[in-house]
């Protein structure tokens, strides 16, 4: 059995989540700012599918990516170079997750990007919590992704691309302005074979919660991200 959470916003000791499903930590609660900004700064996310009362998770190992450990292949290195493309920041954040909402996802049915879940993470953005990372070409939003930044830890959410490796770019310039922000890691929830192949890895949960400890202390105010050139220095390493 997991606890079922209440009006106050307290969680259990991730410690007590799940093995099977691996995570699993409570269930109920709400989506308000201050349950959802207390959740990540312990490592614990909301994710729900289908029916479900809404569930919160922190599971064991956890996959992260270090902003200057994104692994850069050689044809991705030539498109960052020298495709035509444009990123921007939190220019088209409700597009950005109106678009994740409705990508197709391997194995799975629907998606768990509610009505709830864009209304929420949209108040987030309002109040500089959430952002997006946008790539656009010819004029057109043709790939992206949008997460949390609290402190010096950001906290990916999902990506989209409608054009190949339009998801990649965005991912590569994210770590970029992530490594000039001063930023730490970026949490990535689960570990998939994409994930991997882009420099993530998994990690325990405590040397996690403990990196969480130090970089969502910093008093680094939440605030709209201004769109900048960045020269991330692409170069391939395989």
Not at 52 to 63: K, T, V
Not at 82 to 88: I, L, T
Not at 97 to 107: E, L
Request: neutral net charge; contains cysteine; proline residues 6%.
């Amino acid at each position: 059995m997991i606890p079922w959470l209440g009006r106050e916003i307290i969680f259990p000791d991730v410690t007590t989540a799940l093995t099977d499903p691996n995570g699993l930590l409570a269930a109920g609660g709400d989506l308000s700012p201050q349950r959802l900004i207390a959740a990540y700064r312990r490592g614990i996310f909301p994710w729900s599918s289908g029916d479900e009362p809404l569930l919160w998770w922190s599971p064991d190992p956890r996959m992260v990516l270090l902003p200057d450990a994104i692994r850069i292949t050689r044809s991705l290195t030539k498109t960052l170079r020298h495709a035509p493309y444009e990123v921007r920041l939190d220019t088209a954040f409700d597009a950005v997750i109106a678009a994740c909402a409705t990508a197709p996802r391997n194995g799975q049915n629907g998606t768990w990007i509610t009505d709830d879940m864009r209304a929420a993470y949209g108040e987030l953005h309002r109040l500089g919590f959430a952002h997006s990372v946008e790539t656009w070409i010819d004029g057109k939003l043709a790939g992206g992704l949008y997460g949390i930044a609290i402190g010096r830890a950001f906290y990916g959410e999902s990506m989209f691309a409608h054009v190949r490796d339009a998801s990649k770019i965005a991912l590569a310039h994210l770590c970029a302005t992530l490594k000039v922000r001063g930023f730490g890691i970026i949490d990535c929830q689960m570990e998939t074979a994409h994930l991997a192949s882009m420099g993530a890895r998994p990690i325990n949960r405590h040397e996690f919660t403990e990196r969480l400890d130090v970089l969502c202390a910093s008093n680094e105010p939440p605030a709209r991200w201004l769109s900048h050139a960045i020269d991330g220095h692409f170069r391939a390493v395989a």
